[in-house]
Each structure stands twice: as C-alpha cells, then as structure tokens.
C-alpha cells in the first residue's frame, strides 16, 4: 500500500482531517495499479463522514446564453462563435421544470442563468419564480447567477433560497488563462458574502481545462479552505465554437483519481456529479465514481449538453443499494 494512502486512512477515514495541498498531488499521481485502493479508501470516507445517502439534483436554465464574460470553456458566452443564443425561460415553465425534477425524488432545484450577475429584471424573474416554485412543488430551491452584491445576497434569503452555487471553476493560478473578464478573487468575494449570509455554498469547477496536476491538487486545497457544503466537479465537454473546443477530454483513469483526491480533501462534503462525465467516465466509471467518493448526482441534462436519462442514474444507484436523500422536513 503507498504510504500516501496509509496516511490517508489514518488522517482522513479514522480522524476526519482532509488532506493538504502536497498530500492531494500524491493521490493525484498514484499508479494506476493503486487506483481501486484509492477509490475503496475515498469511499469509505464518504460512508464514514457523509453517510449512505445520494442528493439528487436537477437544474435549468432561466437566462441561457448572451453572457459578455469570457470563460474560455463556456458556450454560453456572447463574445464566441458558438451556436447557444439567448433564451429566457417563463415562470409556467420554470415551475413544470421543478415538478419534473421533483418527480424523479430529487430533493434539489437549481435555477441558473448565463450573467455575470442579475440586473433588476434578474431578480424581480427569481423572485416570481421561486414564490411560484415554492406554492406547488415541495422541493428546496437553488441558484446560480453570478457574482452578486450584499442586497442581492440578502434578497435571495429573503426569497427563501438556501443554497448558492458559484464555481471558482479552477485554482486561483490558473484561472486568468480561462477567463479575463473578471478576477477569481471577485468569485471568491461573493462566496464570502454567500457563506456569512446562512445561505448553504455550492462550489466547484471544472477539471480538463488545461492546467497541471499540480495545479488540481492547488485546487482541491483552494475549495478545502473555502469548506463549501456541496462541491459539483465537472470535467470539461469542449464545446465548438469556444476557446477550449479543442481541448482533449479527461482520462477516466484521471476523473477517478480526482474524485478520490476531492474526496479525500474534503470528507464532510457532498461531492456532486455534474458535467461531463458521460464522455469522461461512461457507465462504468460512473458507478466507479459512486464507489470512491461521490455522494450527489445531477440528474438529466445540464445548461447547454445532455446528461444521461435521470432513470439511470436513479437504477444505478438502487442497484448500488445507495438511498436516495429524502426532503429535509426541518427546511
């Protein structure tokens, strides 16, 4: 057994501690003869510190595409040749897409939308649709809109929803060779701001987009300290037309080590499924990634690609024996 992983069961699985950025890139550079003991490990991490349980997640797009930042992976962005247009969606629909992800029993609703952060007509759109959600579906609502102000933050409260998700996407020394429009330390301003609120911080980003394991492993310390409730990891689906589009797609071998890796980092925290992963893993590596560390899954399509059918993934994990997370009766 490599020494990494006997410190792991030690530091991690027995006392709860995540592993530090040096430790992280020693997971990151197993052998891949040591990548199922890495995965066993990760997963039992998870049951110890998370529990059997899987949170299940689906999402939809209010404002999609027309976007003025340059993320340099998103086909969402205006300044790219790629084919997404801008498209707002209405309140009727946004409430059939919660009833619709209500019935696959997942328990989480996120309402995305392409900005850099919401205008005035933004806001009045989420407050309509989450008091139209909120009469008709039982189910927790979550958002996506960029980076916010202190009133927008108190506003979304107000609302009454409980957790924010704005991905720092990768670490702080490689993102200005993903997006110039704006800075990492402005994402990490509005988590700041999230977190002091009581709303719940969803936090992750998107492996694949160029930087070094070294630079992974700086990542996964980065979210650590941010110690955000839910990380989602995605692994980049190079979409035409944007600056990454021709970007090779992640080794699964190096998807599973990752999930391991995050896991390890982060014991307590709900590790998401999020894109990408049918390309990167496909069906095996998928439950691959169940049995190492993930404990959340997006269920259906994500903004701009399509997911794997949410029945699926909802026999996958009947199939592993992992309970789906009921409805919090205390939210």
Not at 261 to 285: H, N, Q, S, V, W
């Amino acid at each position: 057994m490599p020494e990494i992983l006997d410190q792991a069961r030690t530091q991690v699985l027995e006392n709860g501690v995540g592993l530090d950025e040096a430790a992280v890139l020693a997971v990151l550079n197993l052998p891949d003869e040591h990548l199922p003991a890495a995965l066993q490990l990760a997963h039992e991490v998870r049951m110890r510190w998370c529990g059997p349980e899987v949170e299940v997640e689906g999402i939809v797009s209010l404002k999609t595409g027309g976007c003025p930042e340059d993320c340099h992976f998103c086909s969402q962005s205006g300044l790219f040749t790629s084919p997404v247009r801008s498209v707002w969606l209405d309140i009727p629909s946004l409430v059939e897409a919660a009833k619709q992800t209500a019935a696959t029993g997942a328990t989480e609703f996120c309402i995305v939308a392409a900005v850099r952060g919401p205008d005035a007509r933004l806001m009045k759109q989420m407050r309509e649709g989450v008091a139209a959600i909120k009469a008709e579906v039982d189910i927790q609502v979550a958002a996506s809109l960029g980076m916010l102000t202190e009133e927008q933050v108190d506003e979304l409260v107000d609302m009454g929803v409980h957790r924010y998700n704005h991905n720092l996407e990768t670490c702080r020394s490689y993102f200005p060779n993903v997006v110039t429009t704006h800075s990492w330390e402005e994402r990490w301003e509005t988590l700041r701001m999230v977190r002091e609120s009581g709303m719940e911080v969803c936090c992750g980003g998107i492996l694949g987009l160029g930087e070094t394991v070294e630079q992974r492993a700086e990542f996964a310390a980065q979210l650590a300290e941010l110690d955000p409730h839910e990380v989602p990891l995605n692994f980049l689906n190079p979409r035409p037309g944007t600056p990454l589009g021709d970007r090779p797609v992640v080794e699964g071998k190096d998807a599973l080590r990752a999930i391991a890796a995050f896991r390890l980092a982060m014991p307590r925290t709900i590790l998401r499924y999020a894109g990408g992963r049918e390309i990167t893993l496909g069906d095996l590596g998928t439950r691959d990634g169940l049995l190492g560390g993930i404990n959340a899954v997006i269920v259906g399509n994500y903004l701009t690609t399509l997911g794997r059918p949410a029945t699926d993934d909802l026999a996958l994990l009947e199939d592993l024996k992992m309970p789906v997370k009921a409805l919090s009766a205390t939210l």
